[in-house]
Protein backbone atom coordinates (compact mmCIF):
# COMPACT_ATOMS: atom_id res chain seq x y z
CA UNK A 1 0.00 0.00 0.00
CA UNK A 2 3.05 2.05 1.09
CA UNK A 3 4.79 1.55 -2.09
CA UNK A 4 2.23 1.96 -4.52
CA UNK A 5 1.78 5.39 -2.75
CA UNK A 6 4.94 6.48 -2.98
CA UNK A 7 5.23 5.56 -6.83
CA UNK A 8 1.99 7.78 -7.46
CA UNK A 9 3.78 10.27 -5.69
CA UNK A 10 6.78 10.23 -7.88
CA UNK A 11 4.60 9.94 -10.96
CA UNK A 12 2.53 12.90 -10.28
CA UNK A 13 6.07 14.80 -9.25
CA UNK A 14 7.69 13.61 -13.10
CA UNK A 15 4.53 14.52 -14.88
CA UNK A 16 4.40 17.79 -12.60
CA UNK A 17 8.33 18.50 -13.91
CA UNK A 18 7.20 17.97 -17.52
CA UNK A 19 4.52 20.14 -17.18
CA UNK A 20 6.35 22.79 -15.96
CA UNK A 21 8.85 22.21 -18.33
CA UNK A 22 6.64 22.41 -21.42
CA UNK A 23 5.04 25.77 -20.28
CA UNK A 24 8.48 27.37 -19.90
CA UNK A 25 9.37 26.62 -23.69
CA UNK A 26 6.05 27.97 -24.79
CA UNK A 27 7.32 31.27 -23.17
CA UNK A 28 10.37 31.05 -24.57
CA UNK A 29 12.61 30.87 -21.47
CA UNK A 30 16.11 28.95 -22.75
CA UNK A 31 16.54 25.68 -20.92
CA UNK A 32 19.69 25.01 -18.96
CA UNK A 33 21.10 22.90 -21.43
CA UNK A 34 20.78 25.40 -23.84
CA UNK A 35 22.29 28.02 -21.03
CA UNK A 36 25.33 25.83 -21.03
CA UNK A 37 25.90 25.31 -24.56
CA UNK A 38 25.63 29.21 -24.93
CA UNK A 39 28.16 29.91 -22.26
CA UNK A 40 31.21 29.19 -24.58
CA UNK A 41 29.42 31.84 -27.40
CA UNK A 42 29.05 34.81 -24.42
CA UNK A 43 33.08 33.86 -23.47
CA UNK A 44 33.66 33.99 -27.05
CA UNK A 45 32.23 37.34 -27.54
CA UNK A 46 33.31 38.99 -24.42
CA UNK A 47 36.87 37.53 -25.71
CA UNK A 48 36.48 39.69 -29.17
CA UNK A 49 35.17 43.15 -26.90
CA UNK A 50 38.67 42.59 -25.12
CA UNK A 51 40.56 42.35 -28.29
CA UNK A 52 39.01 45.64 -29.51
CA UNK A 53 39.69 47.30 -26.79
CA UNK A 54 43.24 46.30 -26.61
CA UNK A 55 42.84 47.30 -30.49
CA UNK A 56 42.29 51.00 -29.96
CA UNK A 57 44.55 51.36 -26.98
CA UNK A 58 47.14 50.40 -29.62
CA UNK A 59 45.97 53.01 -31.71
CA UNK A 60 45.83 55.34 -29.56
CA UNK A 61 49.32 55.16 -28.57
CA UNK A 62 50.34 54.70 -32.30
CA UNK A 63 48.35 58.27 -33.16
CA UNK A 64 49.81 59.72 -30.21
CA UNK A 65 53.87 58.62 -31.11
CA UNK A 66 53.09 59.87 -34.56
CA UNK A 67 52.18 62.90 -33.86
CA UNK A 68 55.27 63.53 -31.29
CA UNK A 69 57.30 62.58 -34.57
CA UNK A 70 55.16 64.91 -36.84
CA UNK A 71 56.29 68.24 -35.26
CA UNK A 72 54.55 71.72 -36.00
CA UNK A 73 56.28 73.47 -39.14
CA UNK A 74 55.55 76.21 -41.20
CA UNK A 75 54.67 76.59 -44.75
CA UNK A 76 57.87 78.34 -46.77
CA UNK A 77 55.85 79.36 -49.75
CA UNK A 78 53.53 82.10 -47.60
CA UNK A 79 55.79 85.29 -48.65
CA UNK A 80 57.61 86.83 -45.48
CA UNK A 81 57.60 90.90 -47.47
CA UNK A 82 54.12 92.21 -48.06
CA UNK A 83 53.84 95.42 -49.46
CA UNK A 84 50.54 97.72 -48.90
CA UNK A 85 49.97 101.51 -49.00
CA UNK A 86 48.64 103.74 -46.42
CA UNK A 87 45.09 103.66 -45.11
CA UNK A 88 44.17 99.90 -46.66
CA UNK A 89 44.01 96.62 -45.16
CA UNK A 90 46.19 94.26 -44.88
CA UNK A 91 46.51 90.40 -44.47
CA UNK A 92 49.00 88.82 -42.54
CA UNK A 93 49.80 85.11 -43.39
CA UNK A 94 51.40 82.65 -41.05
CA UNK A 95 50.33 78.68 -42.43
CA UNK A 96 51.22 76.07 -39.85
CA UNK A 97 51.19 71.79 -40.62
CA UNK A 98 50.63 69.50 -38.03
CA UNK A 99 49.66 71.89 -35.30
CA UNK A 100 48.15 69.38 -32.85
CA UNK A 101 47.82 70.60 -29.68
CA UNK A 102 50.01 73.78 -29.58
CA UNK A 103 49.14 77.38 -30.29
CA UNK A 104 50.18 80.06 -32.75
CA UNK A 105 51.01 83.45 -31.55
CA UNK A 106 51.30 86.96 -33.53
CA UNK A 107 53.95 89.17 -31.74
CA UNK A 108 54.68 92.81 -33.31
CA UNK A 109 58.33 92.59 -32.87
CA UNK A 110 58.97 96.00 -33.04
CA UNK A 111 57.76 96.38 -29.49
CA UNK A 112 57.15 92.76 -28.76
CA UNK A 113 53.63 93.64 -28.10
CA UNK A 114 51.78 90.37 -28.60
CA UNK A 115 48.68 90.75 -30.33
CA UNK A 116 47.04 87.35 -30.83
CA UNK A 117 46.83 84.18 -28.89
CA UNK A 118 44.95 81.09 -30.74
CA UNK A 119 41.81 82.46 -32.12
CA UNK A 120 41.92 85.51 -29.44
CA UNK A 121 42.76 88.73 -30.05
CA UNK A 122 44.89 89.62 -27.45
CA UNK A 123 45.44 93.32 -28.04
CA UNK A 124 43.35 96.80 -27.25
CA UNK A 125 44.74 98.57 -29.79
CA UNK A 126 42.25 99.19 -32.85
CA UNK A 127 42.56 98.09 -36.03
CA UNK A 128 44.28 94.58 -35.54
CA UNK A 129 41.80 91.12 -36.06
CA UNK A 130 42.59 87.44 -35.50
CA UNK A 131 41.07 85.47 -37.96
CA UNK A 132 41.12 81.59 -38.29
CA UNK A 133 38.64 79.41 -40.28
CA UNK A 134 37.71 75.83 -38.65
CA UNK A 135 40.07 72.79 -40.30
CA UNK A 136 42.23 75.54 -41.86
CA UNK A 137 46.25 75.55 -41.30
CA UNK A 138 46.33 79.44 -41.80
CA UNK A 139 46.46 81.89 -38.89
CA UNK A 140 45.62 84.93 -40.40
CA UNK A 141 46.34 88.76 -38.98
CA UNK A 142 44.16 91.45 -40.17
CA UNK A 143 45.40 95.07 -39.95
CA UNK A 144 43.02 97.80 -40.86
CA UNK A 145 43.95 101.42 -41.86
CA UNK A 146 47.50 100.57 -41.97
CA UNK A 147 49.68 103.26 -40.52
CA UNK A 148 53.05 104.28 -41.36
CA UNK A 149 54.17 103.22 -37.70
CA UNK A 150 52.98 99.43 -38.73
CA UNK A 151 55.84 98.99 -40.89
CA UNK A 152 58.25 96.55 -39.59
CA UNK A 153 58.22 92.76 -38.29
CA UNK A 154 55.76 90.51 -37.32
CA UNK A 155 56.20 87.06 -35.72
CA UNK A 156 53.70 84.31 -36.14
CA UNK A 157 55.23 82.06 -32.99
CA UNK A 158 54.14 78.17 -32.07
CA UNK A 159 54.78 77.98 -28.89
CA UNK A 160 56.30 73.59 -29.24
CA UNK A 161 59.89 73.08 -27.21
CA UNK A 162 62.23 75.53 -27.90
CA UNK A 163 59.62 77.55 -29.50
CA UNK A 164 59.32 77.86 -33.58
CA UNK A 165 59.04 81.14 -35.62
CA UNK A 166 58.06 82.79 -38.93
CA UNK A 167 58.54 86.43 -39.58
CA UNK A 168 56.81 88.37 -41.90
CA UNK A 169 57.86 92.37 -42.77
CA UNK A 170 54.98 94.77 -43.11
CA UNK A 171 56.27 97.80 -45.62
CA UNK A 172 53.72 100.57 -45.59
CA UNK A 173 53.77 102.77 -48.59
CA UNK A 174 52.85 106.28 -48.14
CA UNK A 175 51.77 107.94 -51.84
CA UNK A 176 53.19 111.26 -52.76
CA UNK A 177 52.40 113.74 -55.27
CA UNK A 178 54.14 116.63 -57.92
CA UNK A 179 53.92 118.16 -60.83
CA UNK A 180 56.09 117.84 -63.36
CA UNK A 181 58.47 121.00 -64.10
CA UNK A 182 57.49 122.73 -60.54
CA UNK A 183 57.72 125.17 -59.54
CA UNK A 184 56.70 127.35 -62.74
CA UNK A 185 56.07 126.65 -66.05
CA UNK A 186 55.50 128.95 -69.00
CA UNK A 187 53.60 129.12 -72.05
CA UNK A 188 52.65 131.00 -75.10
CA UNK A 189 49.35 132.43 -75.44
CA UNK A 190 46.95 130.27 -77.49
CA UNK A 191 49.51 127.11 -76.76
CA UNK A 192 48.21 124.17 -75.23
CA UNK A 193 48.83 124.22 -71.11
CA UNK A 194 49.83 120.17 -70.51
CA UNK A 195 50.27 120.14 -66.61
CA UNK A 196 51.64 116.35 -65.40
CA UNK A 197 50.71 115.11 -61.90
CA UNK A 198 52.92 111.74 -60.72
CA UNK A 199 51.72 109.81 -58.09
CA UNK A 200 54.29 107.78 -56.83
CA UNK A 201 54.33 104.92 -54.23
CA UNK A 202 50.53 104.03 -54.92
CA UNK A 203 50.20 100.69 -55.68
CA UNK A 204 46.03 101.11 -55.71
CA UNK A 205 46.21 104.09 -57.92
CA UNK A 206 43.50 107.05 -56.48
CA UNK A 207 39.98 106.72 -56.86
CA UNK A 208 40.33 110.36 -58.30
CA UNK A 209 42.48 113.38 -58.88
CA UNK A 210 41.27 117.16 -58.60
CA UNK A 211 42.42 119.99 -60.18
CA UNK A 212 42.24 123.18 -59.52
CA UNK A 213 42.93 126.60 -61.19
CA UNK A 214 42.93 128.52 -57.88
CA UNK A 215 40.18 128.01 -55.56
CA UNK A 216 37.88 126.73 -58.70
CA UNK A 217 37.74 122.99 -59.46
CA UNK A 218 38.15 122.84 -62.90
CA UNK A 219 37.58 118.66 -63.48
CA UNK A 220 33.80 118.67 -64.61
CA UNK A 221 34.32 122.54 -66.66
CA UNK A 222 34.76 120.89 -69.63
CA UNK A 223 35.49 124.64 -71.88
CA UNK A 224 38.32 124.92 -69.28
CA UNK A 225 40.36 122.08 -69.34
CA UNK A 226 40.25 118.36 -69.74
CA UNK A 227 41.77 115.68 -67.33
CA UNK A 228 42.87 111.94 -67.16
CA UNK A 229 44.11 109.42 -64.64
CA UNK A 230 45.84 106.03 -65.27
CA UNK A 231 48.43 103.69 -64.16
CA UNK A 232 51.90 103.93 -65.41
CA UNK A 233 53.61 100.95 -63.44
CA UNK A 234 53.32 99.31 -60.37
CA UNK A 235 52.93 102.03 -57.66
CA UNK A 236 53.05 104.78 -59.76
CA UNK A 237 49.90 106.59 -61.52
CA UNK A 238 49.73 109.81 -63.71
CA UNK A 239 46.80 112.19 -64.28
CA UNK A 240 47.19 114.87 -66.77
CA UNK A 241 45.42 118.42 -67.11
CA UNK A 242 44.99 119.87 -70.69
CA UNK A 243 43.73 123.63 -71.52
CA UNK A 244 43.40 124.54 -75.12
CA UNK A 245 44.51 127.94 -76.45
CA UNK A 246 46.03 129.24 -73.15
CA UNK A 247 45.11 132.85 -72.50
CA UNK A 248 46.67 135.05 -70.14
CA UNK A 249 43.84 134.75 -67.59
CA UNK A 250 45.03 131.19 -66.95
CA UNK A 251 47.87 131.91 -65.47
CA UNK A 252 48.08 131.68 -61.31
CA UNK A 253 48.20 128.41 -59.30
CA UNK A 254 47.16 124.88 -60.70
CA UNK A 255 47.11 122.29 -57.44
CA UNK A 256 46.74 118.45 -58.28
CA UNK A 257 44.99 116.74 -55.48
CA UNK A 258 44.92 112.79 -55.89
CA UNK A 259 42.11 110.67 -53.33
CA UNK A 260 45.09 109.13 -51.71
CA UNK A 261 48.49 111.80 -50.86
CA UNK A 262 48.77 115.83 -49.90
CA UNK A 263 48.35 118.27 -52.92
CA UNK A 264 51.19 119.66 -54.76
CA UNK A 265 50.44 123.09 -56.86
CA UNK A 266 52.70 124.75 -59.58
CA UNK A 267 52.64 128.47 -60.96
CA UNK A 268 51.85 129.03 -64.75
CA UNK A 269 52.87 132.25 -66.58
CA UNK A 270 51.26 132.08 -69.81
CA UNK A 271 52.84 135.13 -71.57
CA UNK A 272 52.05 136.83 -75.13
CA UNK A 273 54.50 137.34 -78.03
CA UNK A 274 57.61 138.51 -76.99
CA UNK A 275 57.12 138.13 -73.35
CA UNK A 276 58.13 134.23 -73.57
CA UNK A 277 62.15 135.44 -74.06
CA UNK A 278 62.21 137.97 -70.99
CA UNK A 279 61.05 135.49 -68.54
CA UNK A 280 63.37 132.80 -69.55
CA UNK A 281 65.64 135.83 -68.99
CA UNK A 282 64.80 136.29 -65.83
CA UNK A 283 64.96 132.33 -64.93
CA UNK A 284 68.37 132.60 -65.60
CA UNK A 285 69.46 135.45 -63.77
CA UNK A 286 67.64 134.71 -60.31
CA UNK A 287 68.93 131.18 -60.55
CA UNK A 288 71.86 129.78 -59.04
CA UNK A 289 75.33 129.87 -59.76
CA UNK A 290 75.29 126.31 -60.37
CA UNK A 291 73.04 126.45 -63.12
CA UNK A 292 76.19 127.00 -65.75
CA UNK A 293 74.97 131.39 -66.59
CA UNK A 294 77.91 133.19 -67.41
CA UNK A 295 78.79 136.07 -64.70
CA UNK A 296 81.07 139.10 -65.96
CA UNK A 297 84.60 139.33 -64.48
CA UNK A 298 84.96 142.46 -61.94
CA UNK A 299 87.27 145.14 -64.20
CA UNK A 300 90.30 145.09 -61.58
CA UNK A 301 90.62 141.73 -62.28
CA UNK A 302 90.94 142.06 -65.63
CA UNK A 303 93.33 144.86 -65.59
CA UNK A 304 95.34 142.55 -63.75
CA UNK A 305 95.42 139.88 -66.00
CA UNK A 306 96.54 142.02 -68.66
CA UNK A 307 99.11 143.63 -66.92
CA UNK A 308 100.62 140.53 -65.98
CA UNK A 309 100.53 139.29 -69.69
CA UNK A 310 102.70 142.46 -70.75
CA UNK A 311 104.98 142.37 -68.41
CA UNK A 312 105.81 138.71 -68.36
CA UNK A 313 109.70 137.75 -69.45
CA UNK A 314 110.07 136.94 -73.28
Not at 125 to 153: A, C, R, Y
Not at 245 to 266: E, R
Request: with cysteine.
Amino acid sequence: MKETSLRKMILFSLVSVLYLWANLALMGRPSIAEDVLNEPLELYKTEQVDQERLRKIDSSFTSTTAGDILQPTFDDEIPINVTTQLGKRVYLHCVVHNLGDKTVSWIRRNDFHVLSVGQVTYTAEKGFKMIHVKDSNDWILQIELVKPGDTGFYECQVNTHPMISYFVYLTVLVPEATIAGAPDLHFDSGSTINLTCIIKHSPSPPVFVFWYHGNNLINYDSSRGQTTLQKVNGDTAVSSLYIKNAKTKDSGNYTCGPSNADSTSISVHVLNAGEQLAAMQHDVNTSSPSCGCYYPLPPVVIILIAASLLIRPC
